[in-house]
Every structure is written in structure tokens, then in C-alpha cells.
């Protein structure tokens, strides 16, 4: 059974999503008057604020997840190439534990603290 703790602090963390949720609403609701986005050449789209808030938002997430992906590609490459290292080194040192019959003990017992 969770703890009173445990449960105002969910209640808190509720609190604290929904009033950013409304907030955000509110600000969402007080920008729907028109914008114009001006491009190159004359071109002009115009489209409600929040639209254009919302879509470069977008856009820049998308940037942020596609200047990661090289990075993310070659850090998968490096721990799949050691996987089969570590996989091997674990059954080899099985092995020899395996064989030794006497138990092994540390050297000096844990200690408690520091």
C-alpha cells in the first residue's frame, strides 16, 4: 500500500502537469489570430500563430533527432562489435571457475559505510 508521501507527491506532480497543460492551452487559445510567414520571392503563407509555433517546434525536434542518428548509428556499431567479446570473456571465465574446486573469498570483508 503506497505511503501518504508517496501519493500527495503524485498528486503534486498532477497538479503541476495540469497547470502546465492549461497554461499552454490558454497561450494556444490567446494566439489564433492570423500570421504571415513571408519566404523568398514574394511568397507569404499565412496561417494561424499557433500553427506556425506548433509546426516550427516541430521542426526542430525533427532536426535535433536527425543530427543525433549518425551518432546513435556508430555508438549501436561499437557495442555490437563488443558484445561477442564480452560474451566470450564471460563463458572463459566460467570455465575457470568451473574448474577451481576451493571456494574464493575477498581478500578483506566488506565494510559497512565508509
Do not use: Y
Request: charged share 15%.
Amino acid at each position: 500500500m503506497p505511503s501518504l508521501e508517496s501519493l500527495a507527491m503524485r498528486a503534486l506532480n498532477w497538479l503541476l502537469r495540469a497547470a502546465i497543460f492549461f497554461a499552454l492551452f490558454a497561450f494556444a487559445l490567446n494566439n489564433q489570430h492570423d500570421a504571415a510567414l513571408k519566404w523568398f520571392f514574394g511568397h507569404e503563407w499565412r496561417a494561424p500563430m499557433v500553427f506556425i509555433v506548433l509546426g516550427a517546434f516541430g521542426l526542430g525536434c525533427a532536426l535535433g533527432i536527425f543530427a543525433m542518428l549518425p551518432s546513435w548509428w556508430k555508438h549501436r556499431r561499437v557495442a555490437q562489435q563488443q558484445l561477442p567479446r564480452t560474451e566470450t570473456a564471460t563463458t572463459m571465465l566460467d570455465a575457470d571457475a568451473a574448474r577451481s574446486t576451493e571456494p574464493s573469498f575477498p581478500e578483506h570483508p566488506p565494510r559497512d559505510g565508509l
